[in-house]
């Protein structure tokens, strides 16, 4: 069938009926925006009017408009910073995520000795104050600096403040005040779901080993592997590697009953220090042990420092403190009493 055709006539008329549509249209837009901006502009200049004080009473549609756009305001605002705060959430669990990372692969310092004086800072406490709910002042104003690659000994009678410390470094406690930066991150203001995260990347030793009974030794290193998720190949590695640097390499088949006291805290080291922490924190880690054993965990944890960890032991063995001649910081009621660079164990003199 043939196409209808128009004569060129009727082909202007068209063109011209849709150009004065579209001219009408525009012009219509044109008196909205018009009228739109001197409604503005008549508002503003009430609003300017009432708030120089010119203005007897703020007719009430001024005050609805305003109230409307002042609500806007406020919701925008709500608004961004909630962005902001994701924002900074996820800023930082990205940056614990990279500096776990960075840990993972950081080899070990050549020659700690050389440059313990000048890295960075892995614990940081700016005047730290601990108050119980029963009035106890536990801690009262701490404020000290541990460098990367450090071995120091925290020392002090009984109810000096030393499990406080150590609790607060694993943010199990909340100082009542001051502030606490492990790795430059400002501990205070982790959020609740970094904690655990935060946690596996710091190796603790206990005084009663707390190894898994019905586990082997192999066992009781790998299950730090697994719970953050090394795989299989990796992981019989790396807990190989301890199980050699621990000594313990011939026992991994052996159940911590069947082992010497020395041997499940070398297990507890081991597990430590499976996931790479760059802070091994021991809590009376020899108060089990006779001096033997405790003379050769000690010699390990040095092992250990030597290879660029940073180490914090709290003990009352004054003979190992007196042989080490390491960093001994000595707290009495609550206070930093003394805090020697090569120290001994002097509390008690
Ligand atoms: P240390 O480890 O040197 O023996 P702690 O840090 O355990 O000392 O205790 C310091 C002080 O804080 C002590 O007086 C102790 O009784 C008190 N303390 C510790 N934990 C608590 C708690 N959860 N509630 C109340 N007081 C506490």
Do not use: C
């Not at 925006?33 to 609003?47: G, V």
Request: hydrophobic share 40%; glycine share 6%.
């Amino acid at each position: 069938m043939e196409p209808t055709r128009f004569s060129s006539d009727e082909a202007k008329r068209e063109l011209d009926a849709n150009l004065e549509a579209l001219l009408a249209e525009l012009a219509e837009e044109e008196s909205e925006k018009d009228i739109d901006e001197a409604m503005e502009r008549e508002m503003n200049s009430l609003a300017d009017d009432a708030n120089a004080g010119d203005f007897g009473e703020i007719p009430e549609e001024v005050l609805a408009v305003q109230e409307l756009l002042a609500e806007e305001k406020k919701e925008e605002e709500a608004a961004a910073l909630e962005d902001e705060k994701e924002a900074a959430e996820k800023y930082e669990t990205d940056a614990l995520e990279e500096a776990e990372e960075e840990a993972k692969d950081t080899q070990p310092i050549r020659r700690v000795e050389d440059v313990k004086d000048i890295a960075e800072p892995v614990i940081l406490m700016e005047d730290v104050v601990k108050d119980f709910p029963n009035g106890t002042h536990a801690l009262k104003g701490i404020s000290l600096t541990i460098r990367k690659g450090e071995f120091v000994f925290l020392v002090g009678p009984s109810g000096s403040g030393k499990s406080t410390f150590i609790r607060l470094l694993l943010k199990e406690l909340e100082p009542t005040s001051g502030k606490i930066y492990i790795n430059t991150k400002d501990l205070t203001r982790m959020k609740r779901r970094a904690v655990p995260k935060y946690r596996r990347g710091i190796g603790v030793v206990f005084q009663n080993f707390r190894l898994l009974r019905d586990r082997n030794v192999y066992e009781n290193v790998a299950f730090a592997q697994r719970i953050i998720g090394v795989p299989g190949i990796k992981l019989r590695k790396n807990v190989n590697e301890m199980l050699r640097m621990v000594g313990l390499y011939e026992k991994q088949k052996s159940f911590p009953k069947e082992l010497s006291g020395g041997e499940q805290q070398r297990v507890a080291i081991a597990r430590a220090l499976v996931n790479k922490p760059v802070i091994l924190l021991a809590d009376e880690p020899t108060g089990n042990l006779d001096p033997k054993m405790s003379w050769e965990i000690m010699q390990l944890l040095e092992e250990i420092n030597r290879n660029g960890t940073t180490v914090v032991v709290v003990t009352h063995n004054r003979d190992i403190v007196n042989r080490m001649r390491k960093r001994v910081i000595t707290l009495h009621k609550g206070v930093i009493v003394s805090d020697e660079k090569k120290g001994g164990y002097s509390y008690e003199r």
